[in-house]
């Protein structure tokens, strides 16, 4: 199994930037597809981005042109990159790592980090 762990996450102000990572261990992170979710308070978690085993990528509508996904083999990690935030991206972040090819739902994904709080002020 993979144990993953993000971190980057902290307090910014609208139209700044952040860049999480997902630090992957026990597992080559590139034999999963590996998402990334977010979940704000008393709300659903939902799907923001996901990078496949075969490096194919696809985002959720609300953050496409803003956030980029992207996997280092080298330092077996996935990163998120956040351009241009939002005070309604405040949320907790999670990524997570599914056998499936591809999924955005988050039922489908069997390991998960702790999360990292990101908070954006206007």
């Known amino acids: 199994q993979v144990q993953l762990v993000e971190s980057g996450g902290g307090l910014v102000q609208a139209e700044g930037s952040l860049r999480l990572s997902c630090a992957a261990s026990g597992r080559t992170v590139s034999m999963y597809a590996i998402g990334w979710f977010r979940q704000a308070p008393e709300k659903e978690r939902e799907f923001v981005a996901v990078?496949?085993?075969?490096?194919?990528?696809d985002y959720a509508d609300f953050v496409k042109g803003r956030f980029t996904i992207s996997r280092d083999n080298a330092k077996n990690t996935i990163n998120l990159q956040m351009n241009s935030l939002k005070p309604e991206d405040t949320a907790v972040y999670f990524c997570?790592?599914?056998?499936?090819?591809?999924?955005?739902?988050?039922?489908?994904?069997?390991?998960w980090g702790q999360g990292t709080q990101v908070t954006v002020s206007s």
């Open positions: 990078i496949r085993r075969s490096g194919g990528k």
């Open positions: 997570a790592a599914t056998s499936a090819w591809y999924s955005t739902e988050s039922q489908d994904y069997t390991y």
